[in-house]
């Protein structure tokens, strides 16, 4: 093995601890997002969009007169969090915090049906 080969074995819990801290950071952003805007609980593009403007504006970016393919390049280059990443973490917090599902969860599981059948005694 040669020096450099142990160095980089030796860095590569900081590359877990990073992605690890960037996902937490990620599951934040969405979890207040969803708390300002439920309608987004039921909209994974939506919620991208919403992520990446204000990842945008962070950047000292002006969302308004952002290219198209500038932001391509920009998303390539990992410098806006990844769609699957946001979609990965909206369904994590999703599944261990109830209140944020969205009313398609809800249509899906069946969840006002048996609400509406109990109400009406059917």
């Known amino acids: 093995m040669q020096k450099n080969d142990r160095l980089d074995n030796n860095n590569s819990h900081c590359d877990v601890a990073n992605k690890t ?5 990620t599951k934040e952003k969405i979890k207040n997002l969803l708390k300002l805007l439920p309608e987004l609980r039921d909209n994974d593009d939506r919620l ?22 500038d932001f391509l390049k920009a998303y390539s280059k990992h410098k806006f969090t990844s769609a699957p990443s946001i979609k990965r973490a909206r369904a994590k917090l999703q599944e261990e915090e ?8 809800h249509l899906r599981k069946g969840t006002y049906q048996k609400d509406w059948r109990e109400i009406t005694g059917v």
Request: charged content about 35%; some cysteine.
């Open 21 to 25: 801290n960037k996902r937490m950071k």
């Open 48 to 69: 991208c969009c919403h992520i990446w403007f204000r990842e945008a504006e962070k950047q000292g970016i002006d969302p308004f007169e952002f290219k198209f393919t």
């Open 98 to 105: 109830p209140a944020f599902r969205g009313k398609k969860y």
